[in-house]
């Protein structure tokens, strides 16, 4: 793996002259310090980063800067190791730094270089980064197909059948006699057995208790 490196020194708002070259086995690697012009000493911010813009299709990938106990920021970026990140769409990107802290009145944003990036051939095209937003395909429900119901012949058989149990007691009620002259006609006796008659009625009728 070689180094892609740029020996030029950059104060902003300056920009390298010439556009870098960096492919997938070859690494980007910046250093810089931020001095406080006040106290004149170096100094560390809350917030730096270097953000890689596409010229193209302005897709924009940010990276953060890591600071050492000399305050001294690196951003080492491994072209091959971060080329899903980018989509794997080679071609020429803005850099630009930027810093900002609570304590800096005028946070800085410094397009410092132009690189043209080639990533490996495995997969030239960026997946649409709005592809998230897009039209779904519809999704249908689909019920449950209701069970076959049994023809009405079947059904009517069922009822004779159902019923032929309740007409054989009425024929041996008759044939010994029975004496239902007793039978209370009250408001109350009467609802019951509407009631109990109207519930069977429903659950063989409709299949349904309630």
Known sequence: MTVLVCITRLQPPHKVVRTLEADHL??????????????????????????????????EIIFVAEVDSSNTYTFDLDVG?????????????TMELIVGDAVIQNPLSWIFADVNLKFSDTLQSAPDRLDGYKAKPEIKHTFRVADKRPSTFISNVFT?????????LLVMWMK????VSNFP??????????????????????????
């Open 26 to 59: 070859q690494r980007i690697i910046m250093k810089f310090q931020l001095r406080n012009t006040a106290a004149d000493s170096l100094m560390a911010a809350h917030q730096t980063f270097v953000r890689l813009t596409n010229q193209k299709t302005r897709r």
């Open 81 to 93: 190791s971060r080329e899903k990140e980018f989509g794997y769409l080679s071609g020429q990107y």
């Open 160 to 168: 004779v059948m159902v019923l032929l149990p309740l007409l054989l």
């Open 176 to 179: 010994i006699g029975v004496n």
């Open 185 to 210: 006609l009250s408001l109350s006796a009467i609802g019951f057995h509407v009631g109990v008659a109207g519930k069977t009625h429903i659950f063989h009728s409709q299949q349904l208790m309630f």
